[in-house]
């Protein structure tokens, strides 16, 4: 079978990291950390997980006309993700993220969104061949939400299923909610859209239910460490997590959507997908780094036999 297409619109960052005992607090220096650069930006991220997981990826993005963009360019191509939809942008820098992970995994991130910011819907319309033949658009909100609205309408006018990760968290238009086939969030973006604090499976079932409401095909809820909860019109289930320990969980959502978008463009039943996606996001937690950490197709295939 041949690997299924999987269109990525989104962000690209270069990462700058700096590995500490704990995250300092506001007005705080702590000494004693180790720094590290990776790439990443969540949308780069899920391109670069899904091509990883045996995707064939086109990745829609802008990056600046400088050292950064170059490093991310070349690091899509040694992935094999197609470049051909990346604006080089001569007006705004590449975007640039600063992360501090404490010692359990845990981080901070503040983003400087440069070029990403200037992602336009007339970017995506260039890629509109591209996403309606893909076997998925997958998304996030790292770049304007016009432009992230331009997207899905291209993938509904031609039945190209749509994955959107509403990370970072933001209040969402129902014309939008409405053309998703999976929305994503965590339990903090959950709560966001729904209002509903997400500290129980339970709790997941209801803010669940309000996203399906809005006009939702199905909610897959991220709980970290616990796995995920899944909710339809025809099924809720929780979907067991991967227990490992945790160096750095920077990227494991965006990891999570990559492998997602190919299992279920492989046609692999939405539970099964969910699992695979789940061994995939527990493979990078154990590394640090977002692109860096995101496990080979082989990598996952040997977590998901060994449990
Ligand atoms: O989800 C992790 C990503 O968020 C990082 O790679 C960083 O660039 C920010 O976009």
Do not use: H, W
């Not at 991130?109 to 890629?127: E, F, H, M, Q, T």
């Not at 499976?201 to 995920?228: F, H, Q």
């Amino acid at each position: 079978m041949a690997n299924p297409k999987i269109v990525v619109v989104g962000s690209s960052n270069t990462d700058m990291i700096i590995k500490l005992e704990r995250i300092p607090r506001p007005g705080e220096t702590l000494l004693g950390g180790e720094f590290a650069m990776a790439a990443g930006g969540k949308g780069a991220n899920q391109a670069v997980a899904a091509a990883r997981a045996g995707g064939d990826v086109v990745f829609v993005a802008r990056v600046g006309d400088d050292m950064f963009g170059e490093q991310a360019v070349s690091g899509f191509v040694r992935d094999k993700i197609c470049v051909d939809y990346i604006v080089r942008d001569k007006r705004a820098p590449s975007g640039v993220a600063l992360i501090f992970v404490a010692k359990d995994g845990q981080n901070s991130i503040a983003v400087a969104g440069g070029a990403n910011a200037r992602l336009s819907p007339s970017d995506v319309r260039r890629a509109t061949r591209a996403i309606s033949e893909a076997r998925a658009l997958v998304l996030q909100l790292e770049t304007p939400l016009p432009t992230v609205q331009a997207a899905v309408n291209i993938a509904a006018r031609s039945g190209v299923p749509v994955i959107l990760n509403p990370a970072p968290a933001r209040p969402l238009p129902d014309r939008l909610l409405a053309r998703v086939s999976i929305l994503t969030p965590n339990e903090t973006e959950a709560e966001l859209l729904t209002g509903v604090a997400v500290t129980s499976e339970s709790a997941a079932e209801r803010a669940g239910a309000k996203l399906l409401a809005r006009g939702v095909g199905t909610v897959i809820l991220t709980m970290g460490a616990k796995g995920a909860f899944v909710i339809n019109r025809e099924l809720k289930a929780m979907v067991p997590g991967f227990k490992v320990k945790a160096v750095d969980t920077t990227a494991a959502g965006d990891v999570f959507n990559g492998a997602l978008a190919v299992a279920l463009g492989e046609g692999r039943p939405l539970l099964e997908s969910v699992r695979f996606a789940n061994a995939a996001a527990a493979i990078s937690v154990t590394r640090l780094g977002a692109q860096p950490s995101a496990p080979k197709r082989g990598e996952i295939e040997r977590v998901l036999r060994s449990r």
